[in-house]
């Protein structure tokens, strides 16, 4: 595992009015300071990625659908410099995932239609310092590969 990523399972309840499933506590240590909540969508097929924030820590969780998590440490000095991670997350898999600054992160939709992602972060987006770079999600020095290995 990635250093400073954290991966929770997200427990709900459900009865015969549906299900409760709580994303975002502030009581919760594994949830960082609130900046900004934000959705985003995935199409299917479709990579947001990569990106990294120089200073922002990311939470996420998928609420609809199924996403592709790829994550890869990049950070000199970090304990898993070099180390690749990737989950699976979204309605069949209730996961959580704490991405901390400075560690490149992509996700693809791999489940039926648009999926919808949660992100909770622990700084306001600047559009005048948007603290992100990113990457071409094909051509970069990533040792990560975004095709089906069914294929």
Partial sequence: MIDGVR???????????????PLFREDDPAVPRFGQVHLTTVHRGAIKGWRRHRERTDCLAAVRGTVRVGLYDARP????EG????????????????????????????????????????????ALDPDE?????????IPFDWERRDR
């Fill in 77 to 80: 000095g970090s304990p898993t």
């Fill in 83 to 126: 180390e690749v991670n990737e989950f699976f997350i979204g309605e069949r898999s209730p996961l959580r995932l704490t991405i901390p600054p400075g560690v490149w992160f992509g996700l693809k939709g791999v489940g039926e239609g648009e999926a919808l992602v949660v992100v909770l972060t622990d700084r306001a987006h600047d």
């Fill in 7 to 21: 991966v929770e399972r997200l427990e709900g309840h459900e009865d015969e009015r549906g299900r409760l499933v």
């Fill in 133 to 141: 770079e990113r990457l071409d999600p094909h051509v970069n020095e």
